[in-house]
C-alpha cells in the first residue's frame, strides 16, 4: 500500500503562486506514476499534471500548460505541485494520487495518465482558492 498526504494548499490573489506537496509513505514501486487532480463542486475531477518517479517529461492538462510545474523528488518521496499565475478558475480540491504500473505498458499510462480510475491510491485532498 501507499499513503499519501498532500499540503500547501490555501487561500490567493488572482496572479499569485502556491506549491503543493504530496509526501508518499508505503510500497513505493520502481514503477510509480504520480497525478495531481483537481475537482471543483459540481464538476468531475479532471487530471491536471502527472510524472513518472522514474524520470521522464512530465504531462499537464492544457488549462495549466505554461504555469504549473510537476516534479518528483526520490530522496523524499514527494511529489510537488507548482502553480504560478493562478486564476480564479484554479479553484478546487487538489488530490494526488499514485498508480502501480508494474502490469501496464508505458504506452497506456501516457495516454490514460488523466482517468482518476486508472489510480490506486489518493490524497487527502488539500483546498485551493483563487480570489479575483
Known amino acids: 500500500q501507499v499513503q499519501l498526504a498532500e499540503s500547501g494548499g490555501g487561500s490567493v490573489q488572482a496572479g499569485g503562486s502556491l506549491r503543493l506537496s504530496c509526501s508518499a509513505s508505503?510500497?513505493?514501486?520502481?514503477?510509480?506514476?504520480m497525478g495531481w487532480f483537481r475537482q471543483a463542486p459540481g464538476k468531475e475531477r479532471e487530471g491536471v499534471a502527472g510524472?513518472?518517479?522514474?524520470?521522464?517529461?512530465?504531462v499537464y492538462a492544457d488549462s495549466v500548460k505554461g504555469r504549473f510545474i510537476i516534479s518528483w523528488d526520490n530522496a523524499k518521496n514527494t511529489v510537488y505541485l507548482q502553480m504560478n499565475s493562478l486564476k480564479p478558475e484554479d479553484t478546487a480540491m487538489y488530490y494526488c494520487?499514485?498508480?502501480?504500473?508494474?502490469?501496464?505498458?508505458?504506452?497506456?499510462?501516457?495516454?490514460?495518465?488523466?482517468?482518476?480510475?486508472?489510480?490506486?491510491?489518493w490524497g487527502q485532498g488539500t483546498q485551493v482558492t483563487v480570489s479575483s
Open positions: 508505503g510500497y513505493i514501486s520502481s514503477r510509480l506514476y
Open positions: 494520487a499514485s498508480r502501480n504500473a508494474r502490469a501496464v505498458s508505458n504506452r497506456y499510462v501516457n495516454a490514460n495518465w488523466d482517468v482518476p480510475s486508472g489510480y490506486n491510491y
Open positions: 510524472i513518472w518517479t522514474s524520470g521522464g517529461s512530465p
